[in-house]
Nanobody, 124 residues
Framework: VQLQASGGGLVQAGGSLRLSCVAS????????MGWFRQAPGKERDFVAG????????TYADSVKGRFTVSRDNAKNTIYLEMRSLNPEDTAVYYC??????????????????WGQGTLVTVSS
């Protein structure tokens, strides 16, 4: 099983980035997916979740209206489109997968598989 996240980098406040996460080694279309982030010295926080079919999404309040999660089951890939970035969005971003009944859950322990993370740095 592998979740390979990419797309992170350094961006100025107000800018945009698009993260991708390619999955392999499991039946991607059967799994709900999520994005989490962890800033230095802080806990890992939920960012967004998307159901296995892509028809249901959930966002953390801090990113609503700025971030958009999507998936392409034909490509085994999920995306996180991030706009209006601010320094508080600086963190390592992780994608994760689970096939429990709790679809877009924000609870990290529900997720079975995790990617290695991609660093997003937003400068002021």
């Amino acid at each position: 099983v592998q979740l390979q996240a990419s797309g992170g980098g350094l961006v100025q406040a107000g800018g945009s980035l698009r993260l991708s996460c390619v999955a392999s080694g499991f039946t991607f279309r059967s799994y709900h997916m999520g994005w989490f982030r962890q800033a230095p010295g802080k806990e890992r926080d939920f960012v967004a979740g998307i159901t296995r079919g892509g028809n249901g999404v959930t966002y953390a309040d801090s990113v609503k209206g700025r971030f958009t999660v999507s998936r392409d089951n034909a490509k085994n890939t999920i995306y996180l489109e991030m706009r209006s970035l601010n320094p508080e969005d600086t963190a390592v971003y992780y994608c994760a997968a689970h096939n429990s009944p709790w679809s877009t859950t924000s609870t990290p322990t529900v997720y079975d598989y995790w990617g290695q993370g991609t660093l997003v740095t937003v400068s002021s």
